[in-house]
């Protein structure tokens, strides 16, 4: 190869090129199988793939575990952890000999992992070591909320939660016009850089026809957390109109032939008929009053609200387990099963309320709200807010550009 230099007038001549040979060693690299560092593979579970077949394609070559893989009891014991589109991480040993296959399972804060031991196969449960980060994101409504959150790339259980929190501010199905516009702050917990869950909302605004509703969790000193609009006040409901996800009222509150005495009296609560073992939820917080056998409403829970409130529950099949009287429960804890004990002909739920001690109509009564945050509270929160409030406007900002 010849090379051509220029040189400028007046200038000296290069000196001439001179090649130097320098004899170098050979740097140690032990290829023995015997390195220590293993091989790290990550894949997912392709469909129809058998577990010994994923294993000796992310290179183990041990046949005697590869042959076994499939074993029922194995299986089993993967369960969910072993399905298409699942990621695994294999590490072996330079030969090949497995140290370890991780299937990272999404929505579960921990691992299933299989390893070798004394020839055999080992499936157990590993606690995941999760990173929380804090995403933000804005959506616009054109034809629903759930098509908005997927166009924004929002997870559905954040979705989900955004229309619960408003929920009792916007009808979902009637009041949305597009244009209407969301923004949301939530976290997501990730594992080596992959998303795992996600967790709870932290603040969202929702303006809908033109009104701006706020939402802000707000985590107590007992570590409950709840969710407050921008003047503290509580966006959750006092009480639930019903103890009962899915049932229907079978008597109500009024004068009545007694189904088992055969006489006519008043009637002081609401029935719920529901299969025998439906979970019976708390309607309000409170505090557990009886727990316990009482007569002709057989198993029976009285709990005690805000002083002057109280609620009960009758005919069940069994009070939780664990539940006893001074207990605090939160509103929706399950504090019972529906069943037929007591003065019933059928599984049903007895349920009353009581202000003062004097029986109400559960179907009709005005529902105490949730208490708001007091004064000592409320510095922090509104502290809280007005950062929450920063990052809430940075997330309109950039889809208002973005649509622009």
């Known amino acids: 190869m010849a090379a051509a230099l220029a040189v400028a007038p007046g200038q000296d001549a290069p000196p001439p090129a001179e090649t130097i040979v320098t004899q170098l060693e050979r740097p140690a690299f032990d290829i023995s199988g015997r390195d220590e560092h293993p091989f790290i593979r990550e894949d997912r579970v392709l469909a129809g793939e058998t577990l010994g077949a994923l294993l000796k394609r992310l290179g183990v070559s041990d046949t005697s575990l590869t ?15 072993f399905r298409p589109g699942m990621v695994v991480t294999v590490a072996t040993t330079t030969d090949g000999r497995l140290q370890s296959a991780s299937f990272l399972r999404p929505g579960n804060d921990d691992q299933v992992v299989l390893t070798a031991e004394n020839g055999q196969l080992v499936v157990r449960k590993q606690a995941l070591e999760l990173d929380r980060r804090i995403h933000m994101q804005s959506g616009t409504i054109q034809s629903s909320l759930f098509a908005a959150t997927d166009a924004a790339g929002l997870p559905d259980s954040i979705a989900e939660e955004l229309a619960r929190m408003f929920g009792s501010e916007i009808d ?69 109109r019903s103890p009962l996800e899915f049932s229907r009222v079978t008597s109500g509150f009024s004068m009545r032939l007694h189904p088992i005495l055969g006489t006519w009296r008043e009637h002081k609560g609401v029935d719920y008929g529901a299969p025998t073992g439906t979970a019976v939820h708390a309607t309000a917080d409170g505090i557990v009053d009886f727990a316990g056998w009482q007569n002709g409403y057989g198993n029976f829970v009285v709990l005690r609200h805000q002083d002057r409130y109280s ?94």
């Open 172 to 240: 979902f199905h009637s009041d949305l016009r597009k244009g209407d516009r969301f923004s949301v702050i939530y976290e997501v917990f990730y594992h080596h850089g992959q998303a795992i869950r996600t967790g709870r909302i932290l603040a969202a605004e929702f303006f809908n026809q033109g009104v701006k509703h706020s939402a802000y969790l707000f985590r107590h000193a007992d570590g409950k957390t709840e969710y407050y609009g921008p003047d503290g006040r509580s966006l959750r409901a006092g009480f639930l």
């Open 67 to 81: 042959a076994h893989a499939g074993s029922p009891a194995l299986m089993r014991d993967l369960g969910t952890a």
């Open 311 to 404: 609620t009960a529950y009758g005919h069940l099949s069994a009070v939780a387990r664990g539940l006893r009287k001074g207990d605090r429960v939160s509103q929706n804890t399950v504090i019972g099963y529906v069943g037929s004990t007591g003065w019933a002909t059928g599984p049903h739920l007895h349920y009353e309320f009581r202000i003062n001690e004097i029986h109400q109509d559960p179907l009709k009564v005005s529902l105490p709200a949730a208490q708001p945050l007091d004064r000592q509270k409320l510095g922090s929160f509104l502290h809280d807010v007005a950062q929450l409030n920063a990052q809430l406007t940075a997330a309109r900002q950039i889809t208002t550009a973005r649509f622009d």
